[in-house]
């Protein structure tokens, strides 16, 4: 089936599969290994990306699904020049990370979280976060993380 969308702001039109999900799309296809594949059950988000300025897990969404849609992926967050993105800066001066498996989600799924909830309190960080899974930090620097990205994004 054709499609056609933006990725990281650039135009994007292929042939695909019906059965193609986009987290296969976005690796195989446009070969932007940013986003990884966790579980493959939307219960980790590793594959997490931005689709119209949601986040949404892209394992367990159809290509075709996407038509016409704007998608970010962990490739298009930072500025053209190199600059971060204040919550990628605020995960490294937090060291939000450890492995990095789970950060390009953790990342996809901090902006969506300070887009829609700018000052949500520990707890409702915590709670926003529960689909995404990291099984080194214990979370706590990413919380730390997100709370510094709010003073960033709000100033």
């Not at 689709?51 to 849609?69: E, F, H, T, W, Y």
């Not at 689909?131 to 709000?154: D, W």
């Amino acid at each position: 089936m054709q499609i056609e969308l933006k990725v990281n702001g650039q135009a994007v039109s292929a042939d695909v599969p019906p059965n193609t999900l986009l987290v296969q799309f976005i690796r195989e296809h446009l070969r932007l290994t940013g986003t990884h594949v966790g579980c493959d059950t939307a219960q980790c988000g590793a594959c997490t990306v931005m689709a119209d300025g949601r986040s949404i897990k892209s394992c367990n969404v159809l290509a075709v699904q996407m038509n016409g849609c704007d998608i970010t992926t962990i490739e298009g967050v930072a500025a053209p020049d190199g600059t971060l993105h204040p919550i990628q800066a605020a995960f490294k001066e937090c060291h939000g990370l450890q492995c990095g498996y789970c950060t390009p989600g953790m990342v996809m799924s901090s902006i969506d979280l300070l887009a829609h909830h700018p000052h949500a309190s520990e707890r409702e960080i915590r709670e926003l976060l529960e689909g995404n899974i990291c099984r080194c930090t214990g979370y706590q620097n990413i919380v730390k993380a997100i709370q510094t990205a709010q003073a960033a994004v709000a100033a």
